[in-house]
């Protein structure tokens, strides 16, 4: 092998560095991300290689591995085409592969399947994963990766969690990333896993470390693709061009583009960000800040696994839906399998409130954002969320309830009540004075309104206030309270009501408790979590009244 010669380096590299270094003083001077401590990191772990080898050694290199972490400069196309080339040589071997993306979110995982399933278009997928939004580079680049693994009958997963852009919690994205694949490595025992990660994440102390923590004696290999360092010190080499490089036991290295061309793309992706405008509002940002709002009160961790066992909570958090008019709202549930009486109450919350989150698709479609709104459809879905997705809404009108469910009910209306409050604490506290006003609406809006007759809606509000007085002073009734007791004989339309109506009242007196100092967060987080169709939903209910309300005292007799 002919010496490295470092004189023959900098004669072939003095006109691209002179053309480099202006180029990336102006992306640094855009993008302060480029001096932090974990891309430094990155930048100085591979700046030699042992030696030159060819396409064929390259090839053999990757097939020996049982993991492979590729590295991706997300703003160069020949990066993209790359992985798509190495995908089809690997596939001739006839052994099964898997690839992990960390363009997509763990999960966006059931969108990227309907893909694979041929389920949705092109466009959907791009629309419903937000890619520009959330990813921001070339579409077409990325798509043709997608169809060439799909083409090869390769199952495509999301390997990637929220936030990007935010270094402090990189380092947790790559344990986030790692135990993916450890969970894809139990689906697919016997396939290579050809991870495709941001370069910087592959520095050894970084993902390729956390994933033989998680992969054991796994065979982990990685793959570099178009390294400045690496490039200009092998211009030093005998050779016309250098196109793969032994770095060391366990990385090699690949050129597909020159240095120029490599900082060039992301110039001039910086500038399509600057100058694109936006095309249609997108809520997701602040429906996903108000979820880490409301779980940080609670003190739930998104990453740790504590409280959701191998699950990250940032995993499970809803799909967004923007939805620019009701029409795409109906298409989107169309293809959904909801029950015909869920979709269209889906439909009608949409319309009177601007949003609608819908548990048992965990999905989250809106039209407009209002506050009120999107707060308390945030703390149904934190307290979905905490309860493990297992349980969902109480049946709609006209299927089975029983006086548990009621109970059940009203306090999944508290507890979205509260949380609410916490994150929108300028909204109106409603109190029992308030409620008297609903006995105001005129009967011609009672029955157009809540399929309910004017008799009913009556019945039902004094039940109400009947319950809320039974619930605090239980001790002064020889037994329920007879019409408190026919109402819940009687016909089950009023039910939901009657619960949302007790849950709401409920919720505030919490929250009023909370301000007062007489309940904690702690005990608040406990409820998020208390598994409430287990048949004791009537006792917490009582329990948390009697703890929250005040009491009036007894006027005595003179």
């Not at 640094?28 to 932090?36: G, K, Q, Y």
């Not at 490089?245 to 020159?258: P, S």
């Not at 709609?396 to 306090?411: D, K, P």
């Amino acid at each position: 092998m002919a010496r490295l010669s470092t004189f023959r380096a900098r004669r072939r590299s003095a006109a691209e560095i002179h053309a480099l270094l202006p180029l990336q003083r102006r992306i640094s001077s855009i993008d302060p991300l480029s001096r932090r401590k974990y891309v430094r990191e990155f930048v100085k772990a591979f700046e030699t290689y042992e030696r030159v080898i060819s396409r064929e050694s390259l090839i053999a290199f990757c097939g020996e591995a049982d993991t492979l972490l590729v590295s991706d400069f997300h703003a160069l196309d020949a990066c993209q085409f790359f992985v798509c080339e190495l995908l089809e040589e690997l596939s001739v071997a006839g052994r099964p592969l898997a690839l992990l993306l960390e363009a997509i979110f763990t999960r966006d995982q059931h969108i990227l399947d309907e893909w694979q399933a041929q389920s949705i278009s092109d466009d959907e997928l791009r629309h419903r994963l937000r890619f520009e939004t959330e990813w921001g580079y070339e579409w077409e680049p990325f798509l043709h990766t997608l169809k060439i693994a799909r083409s090869l009958h390769i199952p495509i997963h999301g390997a990637d969690c929220a936030p990007r852009g935010n270094m402090r919690r990189i380092v947790e994205r790559d344990i986030h990333a790692a135990d993916t694949l450890a969970r894809i490595r139990k689906k697919y025992p016997d396939a290579l896993l050809l991870v495709f990660f941001g370069e910087s994440h592959l520095a050894p102390n970084h993902l390729p470390q956390q994933a033989r923590q998680k992969l054991g004696r796994e065979c982990v290999r990685t793959v570099l693709q178009n390294v400045d360092a690496l490039y200009f010190r092998s211009a030093g080499e005998a050779h016309e061009r250098v196109t793969a490089l032994r770095v060391n036991q366990d990385t090699a290295a690949v050129f597909n583009a020159t240095p120029v061309e490599k900082w060039q793309s992301y110039r001039l992706c910086i500038s399509r960000w600057q100058e694109e405008p936006r095309k249609s509002p997108d809520f997701t940002p602040i429906v996903y800040d108000l979820i880490d709002a409301l779980l940080a009160f609670l003190h739930i961790e998104r990453y740790a696994d504590d409280d959701f066992g191998s699950r990250y909570l940032v995993d499970c958090y809803p799909e967004v839906a923007n939805v620019a008019s009701v029409m795409r709202a109906k298409a989107l549930l169309a293809r959904r399998g909801l029950p015909q009486t869920r979709h269209a109450a889906a439909l009608a919350h949409l319309v009177e409130r601007g949003s609608c989150y819908i548990p048992e698709l965990n999905l989250y479609m809106v039209q407009r954002l209002r506050m009120e709104a999107a707060t308390l459809d945030v703390a149904c879905f934190v307290h979905h969320a905490c309860r493990n997705f297992q349980e969902v809404p109480t049946a709609e009108h006209g299927q089975e309830y029983s006086e548990e469910a009621i109970y059940v009910r009203a306090l999944d209306q508290a507890l979205i009540q509260f949380g609410a409050r916490i994150l929108y604490p300028s909204h109106l506290l409603n109190d029992e004075q308030d409620f008297f006003a609903k006995y105001s609406v005129p009967k011609e809006e009672i029955e157009a309104t809540m399929l309910l007759s004017y008799r009913q809606y009556m019945r039902m509000l004094d039940s109400v206030m009947l319950h809320r007085d039974y619930e605090l002073y239980a001790n002064r009734y020889a037994a329920k309270p007879t019409l408190l007791q026919d109402f819940l004989n009687g016909p089950v339309r009023p039910w939901p009501l009657f619960a949302d109506l007790l849950g709401e009242l409920l919720g505030i007196d919490l929250y009023r408790a909370y301000l007062a100092g007489k309940v904690s967060r702690g005990t608040v987080r406990s409820l998020y979590f208390r598994k409430l169709r287990n048949g004791n939903a009537r006792e917490i209910y009582f329990s948390l009244a009697r703890r929250v309300r005040e009491r009036r005292p007894v006027k005595r007799a003179a």
